[in-house]
């Protein structure tokens, strides 16, 4: 028997928005590129761990785009190695909650080579296989004593026994901290003869769980974000009566270069100084692309502090000259949030700082520029993003109005 794992296809990602097109393109071929491969092996049975598509709401010719080619997988494996394949799939975190996902769409009382689980449909047999699929839950701890322990126990032993499950594992995955994850080493109790994962993004070699079940990460099949450096593609499985599988590894080249760069200072510099580091930074970028034969992104990410000025005096008007001159750099990103103001007007501490008298030059305006101030900084505290310290467009919006509406009913000196 001959099995497809994949995972993470997040057909219909659009991000960054600004490539959006460029990105549904790339998700969408190497679903192609991957149901090529599988075409051409001609394989039993195809897993999708989970994220099949970006959202719960997508554009319908991305959901026909994905119903065809899975019938394309399942009439031309027919045609050419006289096979019926049968597809599997779970839910990932981005195809929705369980009762309301993308996959409902694919569903298909004719598809018979289709199946889908979820919350009334845990148990896919047929005379070969008997596997569990498990969508994904933020309750990894209850979702493995409640449903995937009880039921794996009850796995019928005398077929190949498979969990299939869209979640981090401990002790296989490099699991971000505070984030919930299955174990390698509960799983490794289970009656199971392999485990493949979804949500993880970086493939992963086979390894062995404790019981001697495989268990194998394919990892999303483009690059999901910026900085990412593994290999895309999907894992191939070949079971052997007497010997143990063989593992093939099927390499999709990512349509586009993703580049992260991270520009850090520790000294203070001048506008002009971070201006010339990002603009050698997009002009090496450039000629790389420009050497080979794919078009990309970048994002740069400057840290640091400035000795004098604003992040907006870093003059980048001439990154769209570059641009101009080379079609394959898609989109320049420059990411100066963490750069750190002059430390003489970082240092205002608003509490040491009598506010009337500092905008008293705006003589009878100074009370209305007061209140504005003050609303400016509740709104700050209450309602700042943790990670950027701003307010949402939401938030802002009502102060901007604000503002427009007291300035507009005043002339301030000038012409009269
Ligand atoms: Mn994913």
């Known amino acids: 028997m001959k099995f497809a794992i994949l995972a993470d296809t997040h057909i ?47 554009r319908p010719h991305l959901v026909f785009f994905v119903h065809d080619e899975l019938y ?5 494996t027919m045609s050419r190695h006289g096979k019926h394949v049968q597809i599997l799939v779970i839910r990932g975190n981005h195809d929705g909650s369980p009762g309301s996902n993308t996959l409902d769409y694919i569903k298909h009382p004719l598809a018979r080579y289709l199946f889908v689980f979820d919350e009334e449909k845990r148990i896919y047999t047929d005379p070969n296989l008997v596997v569990l699929g498990i969508g994904h839950y933020d309750q990894v701890d209850r979702a493995f004593s409640e449903i995937v322990k009880p039921l794996a126990r009850e796995l019928s032993p005398d077929r190949t026994r498979i969990l299939i499950l869209h979640a981090f594992i401990l002790g296989q995955h490099n699991v971000p901290a505070d984030t919930p994850a299955y174990s390698a080493d509960q799983l490794g109790e289970l009656p199971l003869d392999y485990v493949f994962a979804g949500h993880y993004h970086k493939a992963c070699q086979p390894s062995r769980l404790k019981s001697g079940a495989w268990m194998l990460t394919p990892g999303s099949l483009e690059i999901y974000d910026f900085g ?4 895309k593609g999907f894992w191939l499985l070949e079971t052997r009566a007497e010997h143990e599988p063989q593992f093939t590894w099927v390499k999709i080249e990512p349509m586009h270069t993703m580049r ?28 790389e692309l420009g050497s080979s034969d794919k078009s990309g992104y970048i994002r740069i990410v400057v840290s640091g502090g400035l000795s004098e000025g604003f992040p907006s005096d870093i003059d980048l008007s001439e990154i769209d000259r570059i641009r101009a001159a080379n079609r394959g750099l898609l989109h320049v990103d420059v990411d100066t949030i963490e750069l750190e103001l002059p ?34 900084r509740e709104s ?20 901007i109005e604000d503002w427009l509406r007291r300035f507009r009913t005043r002339r301030f000196g000038g012409p009269k």
């Open 260 to 287: 992260r760069v991270e520009l850090r200072s520790k000294l203070r510099n001048p506008p002009e100084w971070y201006r010339e580091q990002i603009l050698r930074a997009v002009r090496d970028f450039s000629s």
């Open 72 to 76: 394309r997988l399942a009439t031309e």
């Open 228 to 231: 990412e450096e593994s290999e």
């Open 343 to 376: 430390i003489l007007s970082a240092s205002f501490e608003h509490e040491q700082v009598d506010l009337p008298m500092f905008f008293k030059d705006f003589n009878d305006f100074t009370p209305e520029i007061t209140e504005m101030h003050s609303r400016v």
């Open 12 to 58: 219909g990602r659009t991000i960054p928005l600004a490539v959006g097109q460029h990105r549904v393109q790339a998700f969408s071929k190497a679903f192609s590129h991957a149901v090529d491969a599988m075409i051409e092996e001609g394989v039993d049975y195809l897993f999708l761990c989970g994220d099949l598509f970006e959202r719960r709401t997508l």
């Open 380 to 399: 700050l505290e209450e309602n700042a993003s943790v990670q950027t310290g701003l307010l949402s467009p939401s938030h802002r919006a009502p102060l």
